[in-house]
C-alpha cells in the first residue's frame, strides 16, 4: 500500500511548473559544498570548489521560482531566502529539551527540511520527513542538492505512520494538530508508530483557561479554513492521556509574534499582520484569541 501511495504521489513531479524545476534541480551542477546549520541554514562553496556566476543566478532562479518558501531562513550559495517564518525561534525553544543522538527520528509535515538539517547536526541516526507537498519536496531536492544528507523524505500524510516500514524514538510534530479534524485519532497516529520508551514532540496552538475545552472555530481562523479546534492546555493534556501516551510535560508556551511570521518577498500573499484584528492584535481578524502555541513532550 505505501509503495503505491508514494508512487502516486511522485506524479505531481511530471507536469507543468514542477516538472520544469525538477529538471533543473537535477541539471545543478554536484558542487562541493559546506554547509553551517546555525539560525541560518547556510550552504557555501567549499574552498576549492570555483562558483561561477552563472550556476549562482541559476540558483537564485530556482529559488524563486520555488516560492512561497514558509520555512527557514537559508542562504544558498549568497542568495539569502528570507522564509515567512523565521523557524530558528521554535527550534530554539525547543532545543534545550533535546537528545537526538543516535535516535531514529521522523517529522511530521516537515515542509522543506530546515529542522531536519538542523536534527541532523545534532547527531539523529536517521531522519525520515513526512509531507505530501509536491512543492516543499521539491524545496527539501533543492536544498539536498548541495547538502547531501541521508534524510529520507516521504511525500505521505500523518496517517500512513502506523503502517511505515520501522517505528521511530522520536517524533516531531510541529504545527499540525490544529489542522487535523480527529485530533486524538492523529495523536493514536503517532503513539503507534514509537518505538518503546519513544517521545513524541508537539507544537500546537492553544487557548488560554483552566476548563477542559477546546475552541472550534466556526468558518476559519486567522483566515485558514482548516483549523479544527484549539484548546486549553488541560483539555491538550487529556487528548494525550486518551491516546494512552503515559507522560505529559508542558515544555513552554509562547505567543507568535510578527518577527516570527511575516511577509517577505519570498512568499505570495499573506502572513500573520494579515490575520490579526487591526486595531486589536489580541485578536484574530474573526475575534478569536490570537495564536500561541504550547510546546509539550509525551512519552509512551
Not at 517529522?107 to 531536519?116: A, E, I, L, R, S
Not at 503502517?163 to 520501522?166: A, D, I, K, L
Not at 515544555?251 to 505567543?255: E, V
Given at each position: 500500500m505505501?509503495?503505491?501511495?508514494?508512487?502516486?504521489?511522485?506524479?505531481?513531479l511530471?507536469?507543468?511548473?514542477?516538472?520544469?524545476?525538477?529538471?533543473e534541480?537535477c541539471?545543478l551542477?554536484?558542487?562541493?559544498?559546506e554547509c553551517e546549520?546555525g539560525?541560518?541554514?547556510?550552504?557555501?562553496g567549499a574552498?576549492?570548489?570555483?562558483?561561477s556566476?552563472?550556476?549562482?543566478?541559476?540558483?537564485r532562479?530556482?529559488?524563486?521560482d520555488?516560492?512561497?518558501w514558509r520555512?527557514g531562513?537559508?542562504?544558498?550559495?549568497?542568495?539569502?531566502?528570507?522564509?515567512?517564518?523565521?523557524?530558528?525561534?521554535?527550534?530554539n525553544?525547543?532545543?534545550?529539551?533535546?537528545?537526538?543522538?543516535?535516535?531514529?527520528?521522523a517529522?511530521?509535515?516537515?515542509?522543506?527540511?530546515?529542522?531536519?538539517f538542523k536534527?541532523g547536526?545534532?547527531g539523529?541516526?536517521?531522519?525520515?520527513?513526512?509531507?505530501?507537498?509536491?512543492?516543499?519536496?521539491l524545496?527539501?531536492?533543492f536544498?539536498?542538492?548541495?547538502?547531501k544528507?541521508?534524510?529520507?523524505?516521504?511525500?505521505?500524510?500523518?496517517?500512513?505512520?502506523g503502517?511505515?516500514?520501522?517505528k521511530?524514538?522520536?517524533i516531531?510534530?510541529?504545527?499540525?494538530?490544529y489542522h487535523?479534524?480527529d485530533?486524538?485519532?492523529?495523536?493514536k497516529?503517532?503513539k503507534?508508530a514509537?518505538?518503546r520508551?519513544?517521545?513524541a514532540?508537539i507544537?500546537?496552538?492553544?487557548?488560554?483557561?483552566?476548563?477542559?475545552?477546546?475552541?472550534?472555530p466556526?468558518?476559519?481562523?486567522s483566515?485558514?479554513?482548516?483549523?479544527?479546534?484549539i484548546p486549553?492546555i488541560s483539555?491538550?493534556?487529556?487528548?494525550c492521556?486518551?491516546?494512552?501516551f503515559?507522560?505529559?510535560?508542558l515544555?513552554?508556551?509562547?505567543?507568535t509574534?510578527?518577527?516570527e511570521?511575516?511577509?517577505?518577498?519570498?512568499i505570495?500573499?499573506?502572513?500573520l499582520g494579515?490575520?490579526l484584528?487591526p486595531?486589536?492584535p489580541?485578536?484574530?481578524i474573526?475575534?478569536?484569541?490570537?495564536p500561541?502555541?504550547?510546546?509539550?513532550?509525551?512519552?509512551?
Open positions: 505505501l509503495e503505491n501511495l508514494r508512487k502516486n504521489a511522485l506524479l505531481g511530471n507536469f507543468g511548473e514542477n516538472a520544469r524545476i525538477f529538471s534541480i541539471a551542477d554536484d558542487l562541493a559544498c546549520f539560525d541560518i541554514v547556510r550552504i557555501i574552498k576549492d570548489e570555483k562558483i556566476d552563472e550556476i549562482r543566478k541559476k540558483v532562479q530556482i529559488a524563486l520555488l516560492r512561497p520555512k531562513p537559508f542562504e544558498i550559495l549568497g542568495t539569502f531566502i528570507d522564509s515567512e517564518w523565521q523557524s530558528f525561534m521554535k527550534f525553544l525547543l532545543a534545550p529539551h533535546l537528545n537526538l543522538d543516535g535516535k531514529i527520528v517529522d511530521v509535515g516537515c515542509n522543506n527540511g530546515y529542522y531536519m536534527f547536526a545534532m539523529a541516526k536517521k531522519l525520515v520527513g513526512f509531507d505530501p507537498s509536491v512543492r516543499t519536496y524545496q527539501f531536492l536544498l539536498n542538492k548541495f547538502i544528507s541521508d534524510i529520507v523524505y516521504e511525500l505521505l500524510g500523518v496517517e500512513t505512520l503502517e511505515y516500514e520501522h521511530f524514538d522520536t516531531f510534530c510541529l504545527g499540525v494538530l487535523r479534524s485530533p486524538i485519532k492523529t495523536l497516529t503517532l503507534s514509537l518505538n520508551g519513544g517521545e514532540l507544537d500546537t496552538m492553544f487557548i488560554d483557561g483552566n476548563d477542559d475545552v477546546a475552541l472550534c466556526k468558518n476559519s481562523y483566515k485558514i479554513s482548516n483549523i479544527y479546534f486549553t483539555a491538550l493534556q487529556n487528548w492521556e486518551r491516546a494512552k503515559r507522560e505529559f510535560e515544555l513552554c508556551t509562547a505567543p509574534l510578527a518577527k511570521q511575516r511577509k517577505t518577498e519570498w505570495y500573499g499573506e502572513s494579515d490575520f484584528d486595531n486589536n489580541n485578536l484574530t474573526e475575534g478569536y484569541p490570537a500561541k502555541r504550547a510546546y509539550v513532550r509525551v512519552k509512551i
